[in-house]
Nanobody, 115 residues
């Protein structure tokens, strides 16, 4: 069983930055693809960014150039650095660990971008 705990959400003005953290319960990065998803009210959950066990990354078109996913294997933590935030980025952000059909989710952290 993998446990994921997100932190770092909050209220930020447009153009501002936040860094989300996802602490995993063990050294899983060599096995699982780690991803950040988000879900806005009335919308489906969508992939924001992911990093594979090999270190390859991919991003949603809407966040390319603004968000960066990274990981610290010594701390068993994945990060999402979010810059130039826009009101459209407002959502609950979820951390995910996935391998084949197995998926684990964190509890989510709220990000609100508003003036």
């Amino acid at each position: 069983q993998v446990q994921l705990v997100e932190s770092g959400g909050g209220l930020v003005q447009p153009g501002g930055s936040l860094r989300l953290s996802c602490a995993a319960s063990g050294n899983i990065f060599s096995i699982y693809t780690m991803g950040w998803y988000r879900q806005a009210p009335g919308k489906q959950r969508e992939l924001v960014a992911a990093i594979t066990s090999g270190g390859s990354t991919n991003y949603a078109d809407s966040v390319k150039g603004r968000f960066t996913i990274s990981r610290d294997t010594a701390k068993n933590t994945v990060y999402l650095q979010m810059n130039s935030l826009e009101p459209e980025d407002t959502a609950v952000y979820y951390c995910n660990a996935g391998r084949y059909t197995v998926n684990y989710w964190g509890q989510g952290t709220q990000v609100t971008v508003s003036s």
